[in-house]
């Protein structure tokens, strides 16, 4: 586990995952053409309930892997899986 800084929206902050979920993070980020950084904010922004940022990222990362297999092979994307 490491500890990571960040920003969101202005705020420092911080967050602490395993090397495998910022890895995962990273590559959500890539894929989507937008920031570390921009990512959490929104993962952060889509919390029902006050908690563990860092609990919530985890989450996503997983919903994100495990729907990941489900894209249809029109999908741009899907050629990165190959």
Same mark, same amino acid.
């Given at each position: 586990?490491?500890?990571? &800084?960040? &920003? *969101?929206? #202005?705020?420092?902050? &911080?967050?602490? !995952?395993? %090397? =495998?979920?910022?890895? =995962?993070?990273?590559?959500? @980020?890539?894929?989507? #053409?937008? =920031?570390?950084? #921009? !990512? *959490? =904010?929104?993962? +952060?922004g889509a919390?029902?309930?006050? $908690? %563990? !940022?860092s609990s @919530?990222?985890?989450? @996503?990362?997983? +919903?994100?892997? !495990? %729907?990941? $297999?489900h894209r &249809?092979?029109?999908?741009?994307?899907? @050629? +990165?899986?190959?």
């Open positions: 586990m490491r500890k990571h &800084s960040v &920003s *969101i929206r #202005g705020h420092r902050t &911080s967050i602490t !995952l395993e %090397n =495998a979920f910022m890895d =995962a993070l990273r590559q959500m @980020a890539r894929e989507r #053409g937008i =920031a570390v950084a #921009g !990512l *959490i =904010a929104e993962i +952060d919390r029902k309930s006050p $908690g %563990n !940022l @919530a990222i985890r989450v @996503a990362v997983l +919903d994100w892997a !495990l %729907n990941r $297999g &249809s092979p029109d999908d741009p994307d899907s @050629a +990165d899986r190959a």
